[in-house]
């Protein structure tokens, strides 16, 4: 492997979501120049309007398809949002009842709007209408879960604008730019009613609360929801707002904001929310760049900008081969819609050669579809005029054999027969965080083995005061240790400490104290764990040295897989996949070993199944026969031909 020349030894310090002033965009550019870049609504034209330009942009099959999109929905009902939907949240815990009602009316109408603009006949219009005036109509654009002071009613005094607030005035922005004109003409009243909703909902709610929105916040390192909700204020901005001084305000003040979340990234661009949530965090930030270049004729650009470069290579870099990612915290190990349109998009704008070959591995080997079905519209629509210029040429696209994100505290390396270790240190305070400080996980061949069960089905649960409670989220349903039966807690001061990531041509390791991740009763002096990975030897070596006040009454060591297990051979565990098979050792003479299936139906673990595509989770248990208040335990990973 290339990479490996001279050993490395780096010493880590664990920043503690740690904020730095960088402002990339605001120190680049000043209101002022904003005002003069910004171009006038009516000169703003990134998308095709007419069945003419639509034809001269997009291949007929896609057109048709979206149009056969359209006609799908013709006889929707845009049916009213019941209050017993906003409360079944309050009540029973259940987020699915509302965002049933609600999702499915957003996507509908820009579906329509879409099949009206490609087409041109007017046919879907009287829909459209509907659909407008029925989102008009509701009292609450966002969901009940994000409703916290009001018990669970929404205050329409006082709106609130959280994610899907952004994503509702996003869709009517959309619908204003392709079908505006054609509004019109039915009656001005009812883009008069889209500017009046927006203006009520959106624009002056955020305005007015730039400072005091928890994901505005400039002191703090801010999460998904940053760029997510700017890249939707920058749309509906720039698609639906006539004052050009309005206009270039909102503007510069989205650009401020989303350097809130460019000042909250460490200097390495990791995101501690995984793979599966960056593309709601760097793809929206990406989404907020293009349109900022797209809104400006070119003149706000900063793709050039390291740290811009460096947040967007962190896809590929956690890419573990077929569809798998690496999934800390509450992420799914697949993503679904990742499409090679975007990756191209961002590979040609940040000028990454790893980039466009992942773009084109994604094209060839994930499924196509340009319905706009889910969020990010506007990356939606720009995926599908993006793609006719995807290349064709033959890709040499492979997945990396190294990482180490320092600022997240990830490493992930691979053997030449590629047995693969991801692993990491980090703290227990971060967004969507489960307690898995020196978690890891093993894949062979890009099947998964040991692995993170990742998130559940989101209940009200799920981001409150007994989110811990579930099992996905503690240390004891992950690859870690357990002392007499408790686990990490959750905090940013649970954090790993004595961080070491050493490489040598032989082996890639992971060090790091542990004793500050457990409560301070247990009496914990040290716990040292080590994941390695032999590349000689084609082995994962686990090592966990420990010293306690006392002997423990109870140790355990925690093994999580979808594999199907085989326990008769003593010292030996047979993870059996689909593909391949590893085997798990550890010292017969100090375990005992059990196993059980986490519950995997039910409200809030429903959708733990669907994401391993219907494989049985299992958790195996070591348990120390003969606890000591000082050992040291190691457990070792390799290949079964």
């Given at each position: 492997?290339?990479?490996?020349?001279?050993?490395?030894?780096?010493?880590?310090?664990?920043?503690?979501?740690?904020?730095?002033?960088?402002?990339?965009?605001?120190?680049?550019?000043?209101?002022?120049?904003?005002?003069?870049?910004?171009?006038?609504?009516?000169?703003?034209?990134?998308?095709?309007?007419?069945?003419?330009?639509?034809?001269?942009?997009?291949?007929?099959?896609?057109?048709?398809?979206?149009?056969?999109?359209?006609?799908?929905?013709?006889?929707?009902?845009?049916?009213?949002?019941?209050?017993?939907?906003?409360?079944?949240?309050?009540?029973?815990?259940?987020?699915?009842?509302?965002?049933?009602?609600?999702?499915?009316?957003?996507?509908?109408?820009?579906?329509?709007?879409?099949?009206?603009?490609?087409?041109?006949?007017?046919?879907?219009?009287?829909?459209?209408?509907?659909?407008?005036?029925?989102?008009?109509?509701?009292?609450?654009?966002?969901?009940?879960?994000?409703?916290?002071?009001?018990?669970?009613?929404?205050?329409?005094?006082?709106?609130?604008?959280?994610?899907?607030?952004?994503?509702?005035?996003?869709?009517?922005?959309?619908?204003?730019?392709?079908?505006?004109?054609?509004?019109?003409?039915?009656?001005?009243?009812?883009?008069k009613r889209i500017y009046h909703e927006l203006e009520q909902r959106f624009f002056k709610p955020i305005e007015a609360h730039r400072e005091t929105y928890a994901y505005l916040n400039k002191a703090v390192k801010v999460n998904n929801w940053n760029p997510w909700i700017m890249s939707n204020w920058l749309l509906t901005t720039l698609f639906a707002e006539p004052d050009q001084q309005k206009r270039s305000t909102m503007v510069y003040e989205a650009m401020q904001g989303l350097d809130k979340y460019f000042n909250g990234l460490g200097n390495e661009g990791g995101c501690d929310e995984g793979a599966h949530y960056w593309t709601a965090a760097g793809a929206s930030a990406f989404d907020c760049l293009e349109m900022l270049e797209q809104g400006s004729n070119g003149k706000v650009q900063v793709f050039s900008h390291p740290l811009i470069q460096k947040m967007l290579a962190y896809i590929y870099k956690v890419h573990i081969g077929s569809d798998y990612f690496v999934n800390v915290g509450d992420g799914e190990p697949t993503i679904e819609n990742l499409s090679g349109s975007f990756l191209a998009r961002v590979a040609k704008a940040v000028n990454d050669q790893q980039m466009a070959l992942f773009a084109g591995y994604v094209k060839d080997n994930y499924p196509i579809t340009f319905s706009l079905d889910s969020f990010h519209k506007y990356r939606g629509i720009q995926n599908i005029l993006s793609f006719k210029s995807l290349p064709n040429a033959k890709n040499t696209y492979r997945a990396l054999d190294y990482i180490w994100i320092n600022d997240v505290q990830l490493l992930t390396a691979r053997t030449k027969n590629n047995l693969y270790l991801a692993t990491h240190a980090g703290h227990n305070g971060e967004s969507h965080n489960h307690n898995d400080v020196g978690d890891f996980v093993v894949y062979s061949n890009d099947e998964p083995f040991l692995i993170d069960a990742g998130r559940g089905t989101y209940t009200a649960k799920t981001f409150g005061p007994h989110r811990y409670e579930l099992w996905n989220t503690q240390s004891?349903?992950?690859?870690?240790?357990?002392?007499?039966?408790?686990?990490?807690?959750?905090?940013?001061?649970?954090?790993?400490?004595?961080?070491?990531?050493?490489?040598?041509?032989?082996?890639?390791?992971?060090?790091?104290?542990?004793?500050?991740?457990?409560?301070?009763?247990?009496?914990?002096?040290?716990?040292?764990?080590?994941?390695?990975?032999?590349?000689?030897?084609?082995?994962?070596?686990?090592?966990?040295?420990?010293?306690?006040?006392?002997?423990?009454?109870?140790?355990?060591?925690?093994?999580?897989?979808?594999?199907?297990?085989?326990?008769?051979?003593?010292?030996?565990?047979?993870?059996?996949?689909?593909?391949?098979?590893?085997?798990?050792?550890?010292?017969?003479?100090?375990?005992?070993?059990?196993?059980?299936?986490?519950?995997?139906?039910?409200?809030?673990?429903?959708?733990?199944?669907?994401?391993?595509?219907?494989?049985?989770?299992?958790?195996?248990?070591?348990?120390?026969?003969?606890p000591q208040a000082k050992a040291t335990f190691t457990y070792t990973i390799r290949q079964l031909k």
């Open positions: 492997m290339k990479w490996i020349v001279f050993p490395l030894l780096v010493m880590v310090l664990l920043s503690q979501a740690q904020v730095t002033q960088r402002n990339i965009l605001t120190t680049s550019y000043s209101l002022s120049d904003i005002q003069q870049s910004i171009l006038p609504i009516e000169q703003f034209k990134p998308f095709p309007q007419t069945p003419d330009e639509w034809k001269k942009q997009v291949a007929d099959s896609i057109l048709m398809r979206l149009v056969n999109d359209g006609e799908k929905r013709l006889n929707f009902k845009f049916t009213p949002v019941p209050l017993s939907a906003i409360l079944a949240f309050k009540r029973q815990g259940n987020r699915s009842i509302y965002e049933g009602y609600s999702f499915v009316k957003r996507t509908t109408l820009i579906q329509l709007t879409l099949a009206e603009s490609i087409e041109g006949k007017g046919r879907f219009m009287d829909a459209i209408m509907e659909g407008i005036w029925s989102i008009c109509e509701e009292s609450y654009w966002g969901v009940p879960a994000h409703i916290t002071e009001t018990s669970g009613v929404p205050n329409v005094e006082a709106p609130y604008v959280e994610l899907f607030t952004a994503e509702t005035a996003a869709t009517l922005g959309l619908v204003n730019y392709f079908l505006g004109a054609q509004l019109d003409k039915q009656s001005p009243l009812l883009r004891n349903y992950h690859n870690l240790p357990i002392i007499n039966g408790v686990g990490q807690s959750a905090g940013k001061e649970f954090a790993a400490t004595d961080v070491v990531n050493s490489s040598t041509p032989k082996e890639i390791k992971l060090s790091m104290e542990l004793s500050k991740t457990w409560p301070q009763e247990l009496g914990i002096m040290q716990w040292k764990r080590t994941n390695s990975l032999l590349l000689d030897k084609e082995e994962v070596k686990i090592v966990d040295q420990y010293v306690l006040k006392n002997a423990p009454e109870q140790l355990q060591q925690v093994f999580m897989t979808v594999a199907k297990v085989d326990t008769t051979q003593m010292g030996n565990i047979k993870l059996i996949g689909e593909q391949g098979q590893l085997l798990l050792s550890y010292n017969p003479a100090l375990f005992t070993i059990t196993t059980e299936l986490p519950l995997t139906t039910g409200p809030e673990y429903a959708k733990i199944g669907k994401y391993w595509n219907g494989k049985t989770i299992t958790r195996i248990i070591l348990t120390v026969k003969k």
